[in-house]
């Protein structure tokens, strides 16, 4: 069966400009969260969502934001885009079964360089 | 406060040697999972293995075993007769009753041919 699939793989903005990243989790998935991975920060958790709605959120301004649709699909989005921002921006889907969650499937991520 | 130690930022091995690789964890909760997670230089997050709190029990699947003692906090994992395509960087990871997973800092790990 397909993976989680991101777009796109990689993306260059300036800085100001704000940019939006597309999550497709496996099929039958509900629970789609996002993370940000920086040299200096390591993987930080950004959001999650669920039958969308946002369920959890970490220490990130609000320049970051997220939704989910109907179908599960997700994307975010940075406004306002900061230097700092520049990261590899991976996204998880489970099937969220509580206790009984099996572990989530990663994304390839999406490069993002601000300049 | 929840935290995940990896101690080892880079280790390198010369190929069939074998590796351990060590994970300290930090949670207050009792029912809680751990995880380790491998990203190779394509940067995707390959998931290797969950733990649950409630389950001490070991595991050897192929050359992989893990070693988890709720007693010293620890999640360690080892590769046996270690491969070239083993190399990579290994997180671990926990998760509370949340859908949140805290990430140690990672260990890179080299295998040398």
């Known amino acids: 069966k397909a993976g989680v699939t991101q777009t796109p793989r990689y993306l260059i903005k300036t800085r100001g400009q704000q940019v939006t990243l597309s999550c497709s989790p496996i099929?039958?998935?509900?629970?789609v969260s996002w993370y940000q991975q920086t040299p200096g920060q390591g993987l930080q958790f950004l959001f999650e969502?669920?039958?969308?709605?946002?369920?959890n959120k970490g220490n990130f301004p609000g320049r970051f934001s997220g939704r989910q649709f109907s179908n599960s699909r997700s994307e975010m989005n940075v406004s306002t885009l900061e230097l700092g921002d520049s990261a590899l921006y991976l996204c998880?889907?489970?099937?969220?079964?509580?206790?009984?969650?099996?572990?989530?499937?990663f994304g390839s991520g999406t490069r993002l360089t601000v300049v | 406060a929840q935290k995940v130690t990896q101690a080892q930022t880079e280790i390198s091995v010369v190929e069939k040697e074998d590796v351990t690789l060590d994970c300290v964890y930090e949670t207050r909760d009792t029912t809680y999972y751990l995880f380790w997670y491998k990203q190779p230089p394509s940067g995707e997050l390959v998931f290797l293995i969950r733990r649950n709190s409630f389950d001490e029990q070991n595991e050897i699947s192929g050359r992989y075993s893990w070693n988890f003692q709720k007693s010293t906090s620890s999640f360690n994992f080892t590769i046996t007769a270690s491969q070239v395509v083993d190399s990579a960087v290994y997180f671990c990871a926990l998760r509370r009753a949340t859908n949140k997973l805290i990430f140690g800092t990672g260990t890179l790990l080299a295998v040398q041919p």
């Open positions: 099929s039958g998935h509900r629970s």
């Open positions: 998880a889907s489970s099937t969220d079964r509580g206790p009984l969650n099996y572990g989530y499937t």
């Open positions: 969502y669920f039958s969308e709605t946002q369920r």
